[in-house]
């Protein structure tokens, strides 16, 4: 089956950290870019980070640059969110992306 399933998520206190994992499945997962967003009730889908299909090229929104680390692992179909420094405001459901595929998502709260 074509996924992308989303783990890792959970409770954090502020100044905690915390990695998110995206495992695909059904296509190569080598030959396509992947993001990662972040949503909160009430709020439209945040972009957060992007990395090229090898890995090579990331980018992250100024939004959580310096705390937040795309990376990829090619050889285990899985995209990865590193999270540090996490505060309150980072509470929210947090989606993987890429071939046209959402992931269902993984809570991540903040909270002391």
């Known amino acids: 089956q074509v996924q992308l399933a989303e783990s890792g998520g959970g409770l954090v206190q502020p100044g905690g950290s915390l990695t998110l994992s995206c495992l695909a499945s059904g296509f190569t997962f080598s030959n396509y870019g992947m993001r990662w967003y972040r949503q909160t009730p009430g709020n439209e889908r945040e972009w957060l980070a992007t990395?090229?299909?090898?890995?090579?090229?990331?980018n992250v929104a100024n939004s959580v640059l310096g705390r937040f680390t795309i990376s990829r692992d090619n050889s285990k179909d899985t995209l990865y969110l590193r999270m540090r420094s996490l505060k309150p405001e980072d509470t929210a459901v947090y989606y993987c992306?890429?071939?046209?595929?959402w992931g269902p998502g993984t809570q991540v709260t903040v909270s002391p």
């Open positions: 992306n890429g071939r046209g595929l």
């Open positions: 990395i090229t299909d090898d890995g090579e090229i990331t």
